[in-house]
């Protein structure tokens, strides 16, 4: 569902409600929906008294509500209820056969919509959007983080364990209160979700960080998904904002110039003295363009449909990873910044936060600095669990090839010789899985497939091997290459990949190969991840 498909009342119909010291009644208040409904009604000065089917035991979100003056009703919808309100929020996933809409009707209250709410209560403060395929849960952390340092207060949606990137999340927390809003905004690859988002918040800002193939499972091409997440840009360039962009992506470049993008922009980019990756990403003109890679699709090009890389507004440059450090030149100034995080992936998304914080939050370089020492990453990238046998154990969210390769190159470069635990399924179906492993050999030294996918699309590539089939030599997969005692099972078709035994079975492998880091990688190793420090802590 997006913006466009949403039902509301008429303006002149909202216009005569009289809405000053009545009560509003929220059905579903343990949902994402009404959750989220019912704390922005509140933040805007009114009474609220919600209700659910669920018991208060199994209220997901309730730890939402500690700082609200609210009276929930748990395991239905009593009279009491329909008693004491003067209106009623449905949220958009209750069937219209409900019975609850029979007590409605019996009551004579007046339903509001979602539509009515996103109408009543405009979006009051600034807004920027972090879209990408890559890097947009750490930019939106980082800038959150600076916000904090600096004294100012974002709206947070505080719905724990839910990341909050799609749907309706993003365009109801900017309702809430707080000075302004960092929103993560991502998207399946379904057309008009981004643009929802945008229509929907009003953002006056973006940062686009990078796009690579994902989601391509629905038989999309690849540009077909980067036009997807053009609706970022078009949003953007409809509300007369601002775009920050990673201009050493080349999908990006062309991107822009096939929306023909006029508005205001900011480029961003890393000047490295040399780098020894080429890969290739499908381009505009539907060739492959050919990438001098800093990271993994990101770095200097030229096609010759025209698509060529330009020095960007922002560069960082005298770049140590051992030091964690970068000069960043802007076209007012240079300041040497110094990161509490590894890898180049993260000055490209450190970069981007940056500059953010200049043009969005209005922040000095040196308040800046001062909060990038202070931040140690978000939850589940590059993330330390602890240490078994002297080898120490992380995890990391990567769960498309990109991501998994610059992960994983990035590993290697800071902690040498490395094992990866895959628990992926991919979004992209099986060859999604095939381009996961291809995009991990070469920079790690182990792969332990331990999602039933991960293994099949690994025995499938050995068997290829032996055939003459592919360009891995066999020998050396069967050195790379660590499989679980037994193949592990189809637990789920979701991209969740791995089951919690399945993850410690893949740690439990890994930990048998002679190297000085494992890292447990995809939305399984994230999600299991007390089980994985809990192991840590036992052995």
Not at 108 to 135: A, Y
Not at 264 to 281: A, E, H, Q, R, V
Not at 431 to 452: T, Y
Not at 491 to 509: D, F, N, R, W
């Amino acid at each position: 569902m997006n913006s466009l498909e949403l039902s509301s009342k008429s303006d002149e119909e909202l216009n005569s409600l009289e809405l000053e010291g009545k009560t509003f009644g929220v059905i579903g208040v343990c949902g994402i929906i009404g959750n989220l409904v019912a704390r922005v009604l509140m933040d805007n000065g009114y009474s609220v008294i919600g209700t659910d089917m669920s018991n208060e035991a199994d209220c997901r979100f309730k730890d939402s509500f500690d700082n609200y003056d609210i009276e929930i009703f748990y395991g239905g919808h009593p009279k009491t209820f329909f008693d004491k309100i003067d209106y009623i929020f449905v949220p958009p996933s209750l069937p219209e056969t409900a019975k609850v809409f029979d007590f409605i009707h019996e009551n004579n209250v007046t339903i509001l919509e979602l539509g009515d709410i996103f109408k009543l209560f405009p979006v009051k403060n600034p807004v920027i959007c972090i879209g990408g395929t890559n890097g947009k849960t750490t930019t939106t952390t980082l800038l959150k983080h600076i916000a904090y340092s600096g004294d100012i207060t974002p709206t947070e949606h505080n719905l724990k364990g839910m990341q909050g990137n799609n749907e309706f999340i993003p365009s109801l927390q900017t309702r809430l209160n707080g000075d302004l809003s960092i929103l993560e905004t991502g998207t399946d690859g379904t057309p008009g979700g981004l643009k929802s988002i945008l229509d929907l918040t009003n953002a006056g800002y973006a940062i686009l960080t990078n796009i690579t193939p994902d989601h391509l499972d629905k038989g999309q091409s690849f540009i077909d998904y980067a036009k997807v997440k053009g609706e970022l840009v078009q949003g953007i360039q409809e509300h007369n904002g601002t775009l920050i962009y990673n201009a050493d992506d080349p999908t990006i470049i062309g991107l822009l110039n096939h929306l023909n993008y006029t508005g205001n922009s900011i480029s961003f980019g890393l000047d490295l003295d040399s780098t020894d990756s080429t890969g290739y990403k499908p381009c505009w003109c539907n060739k492959d363009i050919e990438i001098n890679e800093i990271i993994s699709g990101c770095g200097r090009f030229n096609c010759d449909c025209g698509i060529k890389y330009k020095k960007p507004d922002y560069i960082a440059t005298n770049i140590s990873l051992k030091d964690k450090s970068f000069t960043l030149i802007s076209p007012d100034d240079q300041y040497d910044f110094t990161l509490a995080i590894d890898g180049l992936h993260n000055i490209y998304n450190a970069v981007g936060a940056i500059i953010a914080s200049k043009v969005f939050l209005n922040l000095s370089n040196d308040q800046i600095q001062k909060a990038l020492s202070t931040f140690h990453g978000a939850d589940g990238r590059m993330q330390s669990m602890g240490e078994v046998n002297g080898k120490k154990i992380m995890i990391d969210y990567a769960h498309n090839p990109a991501g998994v390769q610059t992960i994983l190159t990035e590993i290697t470069k800071i902690y040498g010789d490395s094992t990866v635990v895959i628990t992926v399924t991919s979004e992209s179906g099986s060859k999604g899985d095939f381009e996961i492993l291809d995009h991990a050999l070469g920079h790690i030294k182990h792969i332990v497939p331990a999602s039933h996918d991960s293994r099949i699309a690994a025995e499938k590539l050995l068997n290829l091997s032996k055939e003459n089939k592919v360009a891995y030599d066999y020998n050396y997969l069967s050195d790379t290459f660590v499989f679980t005692p037994t193949s592990p099972e189809q637990k789920t078709k979701s991209t969740l990949g791995a089951s919690e035994e399945q993850v410690i079975t893949g740690l439990k492998s890994a930990l048998k190969t002679d190297v000085n880091l494992i890292i447990c990688i995809g939305e399984a190793a994230f999600k299991f991840s007390p089980a994985i420090k809990s192991f840590c802590e036992n052995n």
